[in-house]
């Protein structure tokens, strides 16, 4: 069904696409092509990743019409080639008014390297978070309809497909098999039918001013995380478990947040937060049956962008907070995580020095992120650079054997 | 971010001539440089070459917009070429109040998202070249105390010489010294010194002309004397005061990309 529809609608964008072409100056032809290679820096080294990729850009603008189609091809090691569309889209303008219609990335809030009201776009966690974050987040089916009012935009984005976020695959140097005292047996995840009243609506008001940008956002989706019901089989004798059944399967998530960013002092200050609204958590509680608990929860950050002898740094501090917290929850009540960008250009802007860090403040483990870019010649960029976790445990220390060092070339045309 | 395609500084010396107490003050030239009518709107395509001590070059292309608002002035720069900085987009608006700080967002197509940038950045270099942001603004006459220092004859033209001092300290240069044609009150060149008092760079206009009733800069270069490197930015097909509308100055446009 969602092939199918997916088929459709890239079907009548390039037939749009043609239409259009017609009546404009010839289409803008863009893209690049990369090629990663990552070795792992444990004891046991072996590339982390071997992949070419290839994206192109295929978009065309008139005065009323637009189009966009972005084809992307992948291939990793030992995997077989992926070929899809990471954008393909029609867009509608009117004097207040604009319609997007078909596959888009849609990118919310004021956070960097953190997702709180960004969440329309599902993402691709198979590689953790470690890809661009362009790569990082998929294209949805969606209609969008922008209004425009002075210096407000009123948005409305329906997504009438549930599209799950990719987590890795068992055998995945980023899977985590989940930890229970027996093995467990794994169901395939449950995605809700691909019907109408399954789908998706968010809406978002935002003001860009000279003293103040802002966002108002919420949204009725399904949380792109499944989560896992547990069904146990307890031995009448002695009481132990002998075995569990997994059930992934996807829940409905309310959200309302916002955010805003402000000059301060030369420096700019942002924040955005958002109230989640019916997010299951797992919990060692012995009356929960399938292992879950219902919470809502509050997820916030607060971030300043500023110079300092040259360099220029970017800090946030982010906090999770589950409401009506109980204490067989698996997770913390608060979770705080840094995270700190430190950059710097040299040589003309051809070459710059880049640490990003996340820092966890709960278990004490940290992701640095070093790179060096270097702008080859227009169009043409190497980078080299590393992903160190640090800790033995925590959203980062649990991957703290797939510290790697990678060389990138990419062309850019 | 000001009016740099119409108000930076200018050019060569020939003879000096006596002051005289008719003369206007370094303040009153700083002033008209300021005050010169530039049209409501501008419309114009900007081709950025840089070049290496080595003489290598790259180009960058850029379409750009501006427009006098009633508080102050917005501008809009959309990137077109190299492939790599394709559709990224620039916007300002700086203000006719004294001393207050323009606002400047940035939009980055790998990121999808505007984002407001600081105001600490406007000694960064923009794009690599020659030019810091703040040297692409407009600077109020206020901000520095102004010194006339010499009269020059340029190509038949008067050209009045004018040091200009910052009054905050820790400025990126300690003074400029501009070079100003009277009664056009277009500048020919500027020099800057860096905070050790040394010649750092020189802005120099190759080239301006009249365009629909306004002087406009149509090519200048700024030279970097200490690294050796220099920025030559030529701009064509300017047009003025076709009615820009207001809203091509918000992040719709930034995101939608040059029209």
């Known amino acids: 069904m969602k092939k199918r529809l997916a088929a459709f609608i890239t079907g009548a964008l390039l037939l749009a696409a043609s239409g259009l072409a017609a009546g404009a100056e010839g289409p803008a032809l863009s893209g690049w092509v990369r090629s990663h290679t990552g070795l792992l820096l444990s004891a046991d080294p072996g590339y982390a990743v071997l992949q070419n990729a290839f994206s192109l850009s295929f ?9 966009k189609v972005n084809p992307f091809a992948r291939l990793d090691l030992d995997q077989p080639l992926e070929i899809g569309l990471r954008e393909a889209y029609l867009d509608l303008y009117f004097d207040s008014l604009q319609l997007r219609i078909g596959q888009q990335q849609i990118i919310w809030g004021k956070g960097e390297g953190v997702f709180i009201t960004d969440v329309v776009s599902p993402k691709d966690l198979r590689s953790f978070i470690l890809p661009d974050f362009t790569e990082v987040r998929l294209g949805i089916p969606a209609l969008r309809a922008d209004y425009y009012l002075g210096g407000s935009t009123f948005e409305l984005v329906l997504v009438p497909l549930f599209v799950p976020s990719r987590s890795p695959e068992p055998g995945s140097l980023w899977y985590l098999a989940p930890s229970f005292p027996v093995p467990p047996t794994l169901h395939p995840a449950v995605e809700p039918a691909a019907e109408l009243e399954n789908g998706e609506i968010f809406a978002r008001w935002s003001w860009l001013g000279a003293a103040l940008d802002f966002e108002l956002m919420g949204g009725l989706m399904w949380d792109d995380e499944p989560a896992l019901h547990l069904a146990r089989t307890i031995d009448s004798g002695t009481g132990q478990v002998t075995a569990i059944d997994v059930q992934p399967r996807y829940h409905r998530l309310a959200l309302a947040g916002g955010s805003f960013s402000t000059t301060l002092a030369g420096a700019v200050l942002r924040a955005e937060g958002a109230f989640y609204s019916g997010k299951r958590l797992a919990t060692t509680a012995p009356t929960d049956a399938d292992g879950l608990v219902e919470k809502n929860y509050l997820h916030y950050l607060a971030g300043l962008d500023f110079s300092l002898a040259g360099l220029q740094l970017s800090a946030q501090l982010v906090q999770r907070v589950i409401l009506d917290y109980e204490e067989p929850i698996v997770q913390d009540r608060f979770d705080t995580t840094a995270t700190l960008r430190v950059s710097d250009t040299l040589l003309r802007d051809t070459l710059r020095l880049e640490l990003f860090a996340y820092l966890g403040l709960n278990d004490w483990d940290a992701l640095l992120r070093p790179k060096l870019s270097w702008a080859a010649a227009d169009g043409l960029e190497i980078s080299a650079g590393a992903d160190l976790f640090l800790g033995d445990e925590g959203t980062f220390g649990r991957f703290d054997g797939n510290d790697q060092a990678y060389l990138k070339a990419k062309v850019s045309f | 971010m000001k009016r740099f395609s119409l108000s930076a500084a200018f050019f060569a010396a020939i003879a000096v001539f006596s002051l005289s107490a008719q003369e206007p003050s370094g303040l009153e030239i700083m002033q008209k440089v300021y005050e010169r009518p530039t049209g409501g709107d501008l419309v114009s395509d900007l081709t950025m070459t840089l070049t290496n001590s080595r003489g290598d070059t790259r180009e960058r292309k850029l379409r750009q917009f501006r427009k006098e608002f009633k508080d102050g002035e917005r501008k809009i720069m959309f990137f077109l070429a190299p492939a790599d900085v394709k559709d990224t987009s620039f916007m300002s608006w700086s203000w006719n109040a004294e001393g207050k700080d323009d606002e400047q967002w940035i939009y980055l197509p790998a990121l999808k998202r505007v984002k407001r940038i600081s105001s600490d950045s406007k000694s960064d270099s923009f794009m690599g070249s020659d030019f810091t942001y703040d040297d692409l603004g407009e600077r109020h006459p206020s901000e520095d105390t102004h010194r006339r220092i010499g009269t020059e004859t340029v190509e038949g033209e008067t050209v009045y010489l004018v040091e200009s001092v910052p009054r905050e300290p820790g400025s990126l240069y300690s003074r400029t010294v501009s070079w100003v044609v009277k009664d056009k009150w277009v500048g020919l060149k500027k020099e800057f010194f860096d ?65």
């Open chain 2, 195 to 259: 905070p050790k008092d040394r010649h750092l760079k020189t802005l120099t206009v190759k080239k301006y002309d009249r365009v629909d009733g306004f002087w406009v800069l149509l090519e200048f270069e700024m030279e970097n004397v200490q690294k050796e490197h220099r920025t030559t930015m030529r701009i064509a097909n300017v047009a003025i005061d076709r009615g820009v509308e207001d809203e091509l100055f918000t992040e719709r446009m930034m995101m939608r990309g040059a029209r």
């Open chain 1, 59 to 67: 978009e065309q603008k008139s005065d009323r019409l637009a189009f």
